[in-house]
């Protein structure tokens, strides 16, 4: 491995460091659910846009049913549309216009028809059963941030000012290029697809560094040591890349390069499955959820738990140490590479200046739960 | 709205008793992140399916370095493939077969090559940096549970077992039925699009009942209630389908009805935008994440916070009250419909046997952030 290995915070300083004003575009509102907003969003329109029944019943004047009981029922005309009349009331559903001169909508259960007539059972207030105009929201109320991930809701309030394109932040384009594995099947591609995806990013697969598509971040992965076949390096030189920094003190990952080729941020990723998944989520996933809008920080909830045994780490390195649940607490797991991480629950980081916890020792534990990218 | 309400509980019960045996669909491996496994997977062979070097360096002998130092450098014959001789190394990369007789790899630092010798300066324990045969897993090993949701490095493990088609469990396909608004745009395809989607499904929108493909469920929002508009209780008798429910003791949703189309589960859902997401959520979702093979819990994170204001909330109906966070402590929203569904964070159920919580209560919020469906 490469042996001027840089710390995970210094690597993490050359990812913040990199520009990350992400493009946007415009899409159907239909299809806008779990997207980042690009501008913020106010009204342009009272809403309700005029006095309206919020419920079923009858449009009626508070005032005429003052002192209605059913020991004292009080009659009303039952009109049709058009202004209500003093001592009348109007047959309304929920969302109808309110007619001019109705203050409250009675409820069914207060009301018995007879006929052309009504019996008033009960007094109302008036307001009851109304939403007057701008009740809900009024013109240019400030509804939604910028860089909000757009929830059913929110969708829904888009949908209901009208709008039917919004813009949102554009998804990173991240060319995937997976050196052949050195045995069996290639599985860096569908593990790196899936952390892509998860991450809110398109994955462009591509046989080399020469395909020609304009990404935003470019993933080398595998062969990023410097054994005798790692030429990820040398392929991103002949490129006409440069590596910034190749070996972090992150385990496993520590292969794990950080480059460019021009503009375009590179990241190189171990081979080794465990590793990828944990230089991706540590290192290239950062890049990623940057450059896509969202924030640094893992995509995983974090919760604290009791440890079952303890973890032992070596100074000046970062240790991610896979762990599951086992009776409330959690234990690190003793198999290796991906069996370990299918095992896993989630993973303890234990920083390069700890030497491990105890047993019984409280940690944060970052869950292998998707939450939002 | 309905006079007859049953109990959540009740109109949970209905749900909880409709048949949900999700189908199975074969589906690429990379496409199968977030889907569910239909059945277990165990591994059909050992991985490494030989002793392979899980470093870069030099196989060799351990014995052959017992002794060394910097102080006490021994030599070493570098030699190339096949068996290993005694006091011979052959360098390896990761991944690589060891060579019959080596029983470990030392590190390249612990090395100095010199043309064809080398100079080792440490003594490595036998099985460093080798990977023996299964030491990933054993052929016949257990790897993944039937109705896991598959995750990145689950994928992976699939892709490392040889599967490249994997059995996942269909998505619920869910016809969609919604009224015209009755005032402005449609707000609540968007909205039950979007939540539709979270949810796993797929959303079939349909002009009317009589629409053709065989859905899974069938979702008719707007116009729930018995108000003089309200029609989808007759719409739904029209087309040959019965309802079992319908009013439920929720509010917002009050107006939410549950039936069915022959064999077909059929949700009423309410037109206001607030009520339908509750209602949804509450109601609908639960029937469509069991019918995708999930739990019937709710798909959003829980968490416990103090109220900064008290809740008031009726005997007999449960309270959806949205919330949002304000200093660390959750505040009930004052507006009102949509306005406060995208202000809120998340919301707190009141039992219909609870009158509320009093300011400082602590109580459990659910946070409208996506989860793992």
Known sequence: MPRDRVTLAAAWA??????????????????????RLADPVASGADLPDQSRAAADGYAVCAADCDGASAYNPLPLVVQGAGPLARGAACLVGAGWPMPGGADAVLPQEAAQPAGSWLDVLAPVAPGTGVARAGAIWRAGTMLLEAGRRLRPQDVACLAALGVT??????????????AGPKAGSDVLTPLLEALLARDGAIADRAPDLAYAAAPDAIILAGRSGDGPDDTAAAVLQAAGGTLALH??????????????????????????????????????????????????GLP??????????KIVSGIGLTDIVPVRWQDGRIQPIGEAGL???????????????SEGYPAGATVPVHLYEAADP
Chains 1, 2 share one sequence.
Request: hydrophobic share 55%; proline share 9%.
């Open 165 to 178: 394109a919004v813009p949102v932040l554009r998804r990173p384009l991240v060319r995937l290029v997976v």
């Open 14 to 35: 050359w990812i913040d460091a990199q520009p990350a004003a992400p493009a946007r575009e415009l899409v159907p509102v239909v299809q806008a659910a779990a997207r």
């Open 339 to 353: 069996a370990a991480a299918v095992q896993a629950d989630g993973f303890v980081m234990v920083a390069e200046g």
């Open 300 to 309: 995983y909830r974090t919760v604290h738990a009791a440890l079952a045994r």
């Open 247 to 296: 070996g972090v003190a992150l385990r496993p990952g520590e292969t794990t390069g950080l480059g460019a080729i021009g503009p375009v941020p590179v990241i190189l990723l171990p081979g080794e499955p465990l590793a990828c998944l944990a230089a991706y989520d540590m290192l290239a996933g950062r890049l990623i959820r940057r450059l896509g809008g969202a924030g640094a």
